[in-house]
């Protein structure tokens, strides 16, 4: 007779597997972390731009504009503009944004024109602006208003 023989069954995982399982540990913790930093830096460039926006508008609203006039050149198909910018502030400005946001007969806004005018307004000036070319407009535009929408201050 055979004496009885003992059977050793091995439970859990092998060594291999608690690596492989420590590795993809620390690549999700990774990636989670580069996920996170991610969203805060997208966050992070939002207030930026807002902050710069509001910037910008703050700087603009020294900026009167008046005598706004337009016209339809080019066949109709271009938009030039009359005016004159007034700095009210206590800074010299330039590269001041105008936009001219374009209207239909039934009162809708239809089309918008952005433009910079590469010039340096002093503190208590006004600039006459004769003929200044706004780009292509829309051919159904019956009326069309002004807005300084930025401006840069000179060092």
């Excluded at 590469?118 to 159904?140: C, D, L, R, W």
Aim: charged share 15%.
């Amino acid at each position: 007779m055979n004496p009885p023989q003992t059977v050793v069954v091995k439970s859990g995982c092998g060594k291999a597997a608690i690596v492989i399982f420590i590795i993809l540990l620390i690549i999700s913790l990774l990636i989670g972390g580069c996920f996170l930093a991610g969203l805060y830096g997208v966050g992070k460039v939002a207030q930026q731009v807002e902050e710069t926006r509001t910037e910008k508008a703050r700087i603009a609203s020294a900026l009167v504009i008046d005598d706004f006039q337009w016209e339809k050149d080019g066949f109709g198909s271009v938009m030039t503009a009359s005016f004159k910018i007034t700095n009210t502030g206590t800074v010299p400005l330039k590269d001041i944004t105008i936009e001219c946001r374009h209207t239909a007969p039934s009162g809708t806004q239809i089309d918008s024109n952005t433009r910079t005018i590469y010039e340096i307004i002093q503190p208590g000036e006004t600039k006459a602006f004769t003929a200044f070319n706004m780009g292509f407009v829309h051919s159904q535009v019956t009326s069309s208003t002004a807005v300084i929408t930025g401006a840069v201050p000179v060092p």
